[in-house]
């Protein structure tokens, strides 16, 4: 069972994740989260889940929640109404989970646009960024999920190739508290960073972690359509440029993107 009182010992974020609300088994989190945007101190709120029965992953996927061994959590921002760039919020928060996981494994972690956390070549995590606008303000939730201390065996058939944990790169149980209170930590670092002083720093950020990418061909499919071209680089607020054809570049801010190898 997850442990309330390791992780608050180890946060140090007023910000974030201050108030934990944990629960043995949700729906999806990011779910239980959208459903109290109105609450006062919805900032300072995050949700843990030790399972959840349809946690959801982009375009629609089932995101794997098995109980007790892995992370699953949400927490919402209150971002400006203008504010609707998920993939840079996205990429900040995977900055914050790779330098968690860096923190308490020996592990290399990787980020691949925009959203998965990579150990081993293998996937171990993932984030779901969702724009949300109430009453009272608009906010953006931000949903991990983190293959903690899963066995290779209790992965379904149809992610056991492509899926791995931090446990099975590391070959070590990984403490999820400090996991979790040091992903705050770093959250907070880096939307500060983002708030005051822009994309920038971000941008190189996660460039350090990310697996190469730029100058490689891609595909990207948004709601049925599709742009294919070479990746020539991420923009000043985020976006993926890919060049089309020679000297032309289309700016992408969402859609599933697919990499050549
Ligand atoms: C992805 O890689 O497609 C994103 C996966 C995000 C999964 C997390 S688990 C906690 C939160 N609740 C959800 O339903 N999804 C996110």
Redesign the pocket.
């Known amino acids: 069972m997850f442990n309330k009182t390791i992780y608050e010992k180890l946060l140090v974020s007023r910000r974030f994740g201050e108030k934990l609300v944990l629960l043995d088994k949700t729906?999806?989190?990011?779910?239980w989260i959208a459903g109290r945007l109105d609450d006062l101190d919805i900032d300072k709120l995050t949700v843990v889940?030790e399972t959840?029965t349809?946690?959801?992953?982009?375009?629609g996927?089932r995101?794997f929640?098995p109980p007790g061994v892995n992370l699953?959590?949400?927490l919402a921002w209150r971002a400006p109404e203008t504010f609707k760039l998920l993939n840079l919020v996205t990429m900040t928060a995977g900055i914050a989970l790779a330098e968690a996981v860096a923190d308490v494994t020996e592990a290399e972690p990787k980020l691949k646009y925009p959203?998965?956390l990579i150990l081993a070549g293998k996937?171990a995590?993932?984030?779901?960024s969702e724009f949300k606008k109430t009453g009272t303000g608009s906010y953006i939730v931000i949903?991990?999920?983190v293959n903690v201390n899963t066995e290779q065996d209790s992965f379904p058939d149809e992610i056991r190739d492509t899926a791995t944990s931090i446990l099975l790169a590391c070959g070590k149980t990984v403490c999820r508290e400090a996991l979790l209170a040091i992903f705050m930590n770093m959250l907070e670092k880096w939307i500060s960073t983002l708030t005051t002083r822009g994309a920038g720093p971000v941008l190189e950020r996660f460039y350090q972690f990310s697996i190469p990418f730029v100058g490689r061909g891609v595909t990207v499919t948004i709601e049925g359509e599709t742009v294919k071209g070479s990746v020539a680089g991420l923009s000043d607020i985020g976006e993926l440029m890919i060049e089309t054809s020679p000297g032309v570049i289309k700016k992408i801010n969402s859609g599933e993107t697919v990499f050549e190898r």
Do not use: V
């Open positions: 729906g999806s989190t990011n779910s889940a959840q349809e946690g959801r992953g982009r375009f996927r995101w929640s699953a959590f949400s959203n998965d996937k995590g993932g984030i779901l949903g991990a999920g």
